[in-house]
């Protein structure tokens, strides 16, 4: 094995993705995953201890430790197996105690675990779509019980046991709270679920039945033996202002044992926020961990709620909040806290709380200070630096400091010392960056952004750009050994830059693919660089061109590095081997064995290296390189590996990979051949500082003297007035303590007093009572004595009777003695013959078997004698055979050196053919798709084809028939001509008189109509007349009526005048009546003309009729509607019979069409429709019917 050893010295990371990452080892230490291994760190002392993965592990899935805190489980999956390995964390180093890995039932990988409370139990929780709960009996590998959880692929999120039973277990996921037990060798499920099913992200058992559960949508459950207790809903409340307030909005109890404390909890489409500008949104409860005073619970994103248990009802209620506080740095301060808390951990003695979060940071809190600021939210604190979150892109290191320089796919830029193991300086950007480079200074740093190439200044406080370059995506940038210079990569182009006027002095360009890494050889004369198009290219810096080149087209180059002495190139690629080129040619390939190399480092004194790996592994080895597998691996990371330094001292390597972790390892040769190289001058303690920055705080610095100044007189002035006030304060106590004490002592004293007299009241008691025990005790010997005497006669007699009892028993074990020797005897003599006869049989049995022994020797040495003589025939048969075998197989031997060449050289053929031919196989793959569509398509043509050639022979058929039948009819033609012309003349006179009638029709509507308005004309008139001549009759009545003055004969004259006047009335009337009769007469003349008729009847009315007369008649109008009654219905019963008949002239004329064409024979012949001026006949019988 190889010499060189790397020991792993602290990481700088965190793998928030595992379930349940991070947990207490005891008051001090914690314990979390990084990388491929899970450390331990003391977080008073700083130091870190690491338990490593398992070899060839693909990455940690879930970590779970025992109540006892001397056990570890990690869940992992090696060599795409899974497997759960158990570490003894008491041991120092931790050991491994069991590893669980042969299983009896399908799993892909174990996703979550818990010990059971004696740590004798561990439960595995299966992922989809197995999803089985496994019960494990872990020291002795013995699955107690296995129970499938869902059937749907839902995801299980946890999986835990009852704090104080083995045998109750908790399960929660997607849609499922199960509580199962563990009983006869089963698991049995024990809660059914009630409402609608919940998503349930995490659980803590808060008691020994009682858990606390919480959902992705903000709700919290507390179950008490599997039944809902309590209910309560956290919403996150953003307003308008900086500052977020959390609230829980309301809470719910079960109706089973308590009242509720409000309505049952809307729906979230259902809720309305109390304030104007409010938003709602319902955080996920990511994690819960349990407490004496209650429970710690996640409330979306950078915030954590403490909940309190009230002492009088068996519910919880919000009693902190602690929040993630804004980090400065950020390029986006607002939202650098909006982090999801994965997982939360209080400490043994529950003094401090950590949390976990998804961008891989760990946070702290001391719970005192929740209770200090009971106003305001507390915030969480780094439990050790800011870390990144996302896979490392660029590493560096410099000389004159001990400084680690990253960048990260998180826009984050990070200088680490890897000497303190602190962070220095650490700012976030808009934009990615890809590469790094620190100058050996550790003034300076290049950085490759994703839109500009930026020269940064490391100052005490800050890192400030003060150049950029127009270089887009610079994927790899590094600064000379000496400084002088820098290198960017562009694509397939490399810049070299001076840092002196800070000039593009030359552009090599070469490469036709992207260049993956660069490196400059000792005295920077020439840079390196290798790439995607599988070149390796030696540029002159001076010249600006190639000195040497290897091109293998085969193989995409990850990372090349030089040898001190300039003359070896090493390199590794997708190829799986290292190769060592020089003079533009391959000298060595030394492969990798199954895995890819990312990157490569050789050691300043030329004597180590070290090599990356895509697994995650980093492999030491001697250089010279040996020819076989001599290497040291090591399980570093939980991904590939991207950037792999030495520092300059050759004393630390620097490791950094795609799951955002860094790694520094100690390095050292066993044979001790010089690799420390001490340093001469120790590390530089300078650092940059503006001017603008030194004159700040000068300034501030004035002013806060100033300041502190003036607080020492105020708080002078102000200790003065409190002595001040204390001593006064203190005299007023004095005389109030001396007077208490006086009134003490007289208390004191009567309390004596009273004392003594109780003290001589007890005593006289307790003589009383001594006098009276004496008394009873003489009472009590008397009586006791006189019950021992009964109970000593009674003993007596019972004494004769056990005597007589036992006299009696005797006897009878006499005779039974001897009834049982005469049966023995009996017995005896009979067995003895039965015994006799078996061993006559036994001997004659033995005799047969004697002869039957002889028998089988006597054939048993025939055969041995006949197996000999085989066995020398086939010795000889096979010793000639051997030589021939021995002679063949130094021929094949010689054929086989042959062959072995011949096998090389077809070997890489068959490897190039391979390629060839599954990029064949692809696009076979693709052409019979092809094929095997077009295939369908051929098909469905062919029918397609088969079907219209069957419908054009079926046309043509038919085209045949109705040719045929066209010759008929073209003979009909002529004859129906004929009729038509005779039908024709024959429809012509009767559509002339459908016409008359029609117009007849018309008119006599429209004399309807006139006679209507003509009639409601008259009615008026009517109505006008009958008014009048009621008014001339109450005239006439008013005369008659008139009193006569006149006496005697007066009266008889007046009587007479009266008369007179009534015969002249009715004279006059009559000669009125016939005059507008005689007018009537010749108005009814113009009854044709409407207009003469108006006027005329309007001149009777003026002639006829006074206004001042009209008076309304109410008996008339029944006449005149009875009237126009009449008259209507006799134009209604005219209008019918004119109807009638034109519908009987139609259907005769219809009858009479038919009957011809059946005569002809023609009718099938037809058209349906009937003809042009039959449908006319029927559209006016519409008009005339509507």
Same mark, same amino acid.
């Given at each position: ?54 070899? *060839? ?612 040769? *066993? ?292 040719? *045929? ?222």
């Amino acid at each position: 094995m190889s010499a060189v050893v790397a020991q792993t010295l602290h990481v700088f990371g965190l793998r928030s993705h595992v379930a349940n990452n991070i947990f207490y080892f005891d008051e001090q230490i914690i314990i979390f995953p990084s990388g491929n291994h899970c450390v331990k760190y003391n977080v008073d002392q700083k130091w870190q201890k690491f338990i490593p993965g398992s070899d *060839k592990s693909q990455g940690m899935l879930a970590l779970s430790i025992s109540p006892n805190r001397r056990y570890l489980a990690i869940s992992e999956t090696v060599q795409e197996k899974p497997a759960i390995t158990i570490y003894e964390l008491s041991s120092i180093p931790c050991r491994k105690r069991k590893v669980l890995n042969n299983f009896d039932f399908q799993v892909q990988k174990f996703i979550s675990m818990a010990f059971s409370p004696d740590s004798k139990y561990l439960l595995a929780q299966t992922s989809p779509p197995e999803s089985n709960l496994v019960y494990w009996l872990w020291e002795k590998q013995k699955v107690m019980a296995i129970v499938r959880i869902d059937t749907q692929n839902n995801p299980v999120y946890q999986v835990s046991f009852s704090p104080q039973d083995n045998t109750q277990v908790c399960v929660t996921g997607n849609g499922m709270f199960k509580l199962l037990r563990f009983t006869e060798g089963t698991l049995k499920q024990t809660n059914f679920q009630r409402g609608e099913p919940q998503n349930y992200l995490a659980h803590t058992w808060v008691a020994d039945d009682k858990i606390v559960v919480g959902t992705d949508t903000g709700k919290l459950f507390l179950f008490e033996s599997g039944d809902q207790r309590w209910e309560t809903s956290i919403m996150v409340k953003e307003p308008t202002h900086d500052s977020k307030s959390l609230d829980v909005i309301q809470e719910s109890e079960s109706l089973i044992e308590f009242p509720p404390i409000s309505s049952p909890l809307p729906s979230y489409e259902q809720m309305v926020a109390t304030s104007s500008h409010s938003q709602l949104a319902m955080p996920q409860v990511f994690a819960i961990a349990a407490y004496s005073k209650g429970f710690a619970c996640s409330a979306g994103p950078g915030r954590v709620l403490l909940f309190e248990k009230m002492e009088e009802k068996d519910f919880y209620r919000e009693s902190r909040e602690i929040r993630i506080p804004v980090d400065p740095q950020s390029n986006d301060p607002s939202q650098s806290d909006k982090q999801d808390v994965l997982c939360l951990c209080f400490s043994p003695s529950e003094e401090t709380l950590v949390a976990s979060t998804s961008k891989n940071q760990l946070y702290s809190i001391t719970m005192s200070l929740t209770e200090i600021s009971k106003g305001e939210p507390a915030h969480f604190e780094y439990l050790m630096y800011p870390l990144h979150s996302a896979p490392i892109t660029g590493l560096a290191t410099c000389i004159r400091k001990p400084l680690i320089a990253t960048c990260s796919l998180d826009r984050s830029i990070r200088i680490w010392n890897y000497e303190t193991n602190t962070l220095e300086l650490f700012k976030e950007y808009q934009e990615e960056a890809y590469s790094i480079s620190l100058h050996p200074s550790g003034h300076f740093i290049v950085v490759g952004f994703a839109d500009k190439l930026r020269l940064m200044n490391l100052l005490i406080d800050d890192i400030r750009s003060f150049k950029e370059y127009s270089v887009r995506g610079c994927r790899e940038c590094s600064f000379s050994n000496g400084g002088h210079l820098f290198a960017a990569v562009s694509g397939n182009v490399i810049h070299v830059y001076t840092t002196t006027n800070l000039e593009n002095i030359s552009s090599l360009k070469g490469h036709t693919g992207k260049i993956r890494s660069i490196v400059w050889n000792a005295d920077d004369s020439k840079l390196i660089s290798g790439g995607t198009d599988g070149a390796v290219y030696e540029w002159n810096l001076s010249t600006g061109k190639r000195e040497t080149e290897c091109v293998l087209k085969s193989c995409s180059y990850n990372c090349v590095t030089v040898s001190p002495d300039a003359k070896i190139i090493f390199a590794v690629g997708s190829d799986h081997t290292l190769k060592e080129i020089a003079d533009s040619s391959i000298l060595r390939e030394i492969s990798a064995f199954d895995v890819t190399y990312t990157t490569i480092v050789i050691s300043h004194s030329g004597r180590m290296m070290f090599v990356g790996t895509s697994v995650g592994t980093i492999r030491a080895m001697k250089y010279p390189l040996p020819l076989q597998k001599e290497f040291n691996e090591y399980q570093a990371h939980a991904g590939p590996i991207t950037k792999m330094l030495l520092t300059f001292d050759d004393q630390f390597l620097l490791t950094a990979a795609e799951d955002g972790c860094l790694f520094t390892w100690k390095v050292f040769d *066993k044979d001790g051949r010089g690799i420390k190289r001490e340093r001469e001058v120790g590390f530089a303690e300078e650092v940059l500082v503006t001017k603008t920055d030194m004159e700040e705080k000068a300034q501030v610095m004035l002013e806060l003297k100033t300041r502190v100044e003036e607080l020492k007189m105020e708080n002078e002035y102000q200790l003065r007035l409190k002595d001040m006030n204390y001593s006064e304060k203190i005299k007023e106590l004095t005389d109030k303590f001396i007077q208490e004490m006086e009134s003490l002592k007289t208390k004191n004293q009567v309390l004596r007093t009273e004392k003594e007299k109780q003290d001589v009241y007890h005593r006289e008691h307790i003589e009383d009572l001594l006098d009276k025990q004496s008394r009873e005790l003489q009472d009590l010997e008397c009586c006791n004595n006189q019950k021992l005497l009964l109970e000593y006669e009674k003993y007596q007699e019972l004494q004769l009777k056990s005597q007589r009892m036992q006299e009696e028993y005797e006897k009878q074990l006499r005779d039974n003695d001897e009834t049982k020797s005469q049966a023995l005897e009996e017995l005896t003599e009979f067995y003895e013959a039965k015994l006799q006869e078996k061993t006559t049989l036994l001997e004659e049995a033995q005799e047969d078997v004697r002869q039957q022994l002889r028998e089988f020797e006597e054939t048993k040495k025939q055969i041995e004698e006949d197996e000999d003589r085989e066995i020398q025939d086939i010795k000889t048969k096979y010793e000639k055979k051997l030589r021939d075998e021995k002679e063949s197989n130094l021929r094949l031997k010689g054929e086989t050196g042959i062959m072995r060449k011949k096998f090389s050289s077809l070997q890489k053929e068959i490897e190039e053919r391979t390629n060839d031919i599954e990029t064949l196989k692809g696009e076979q793959v693709k052409l019979q798709g092809v094929i095997k569509s077009l295939e369908k398509d051929i098909q469905g043509l062919k029918r397609e084809i088969q079907e219209r050639d069957e419908t054009i022979q079926d046309k043509e058929k038919r085209i045949y028939d109705l040719k *045929k039948k066209n010759q008929e009819l073209g003979k009909f033609k002529f004859v129906l001509d004929y009729k038509i012309k005779e039908l024709k003349k024959q429809i012509e006179p009767r559509e002339n008189e459908i016409r008359v009638m029609k117009e007849q029709i018309q008119e006599m509507e429209a004399e309807l109509e006139n006679f209507h308005k003509q009639n409601t004309q008259l009615e008026l008139n009517i109505t006008e007349l009958w008014q009048k001549l009621r008014a001339t009759d109450q005239e006439m009545r008013r005369e008659r009526q008139k009193p006569c003055l006149l006496s005697g004969p007066c009266r008889f004259t007046s009587l007479n005048s009266s008369e007179t006047i009534k015969s002249l009335w009715e004279r006059d009337l009559e000669a009125l009546v016939k005059r507008f009769k005689t007018d009537l007469h010749n108005c009814v003349a113009y009854i044709q003309e409407p207009r003469l008729l108006k006027e005329k009847i309007r001149g009777l009315f003026e002639k006829y009729v006074q206004r001042a007369d009209m008076v309304e008649i109410a008996g008339l109008n029944t006449d005149l509607q009875q009237e126009y009654a009449r008259q209507r219905e006799h134009l209604e019963r005219n209008l019918a019979t004119l109807k009638k008949k034109v519908v009987k002239e139609s259907e005769l004329h219809r009858t009479d069409y038919v009957r011809i064409m059946q005569s002809t024979g023609l009718r099938n012949w037809l058209p349906l429709s009937m003809p042009s001026s039959q449908s006319k006949h029927r559209c006016r019988r519409r008009k005339t019917t509507g």
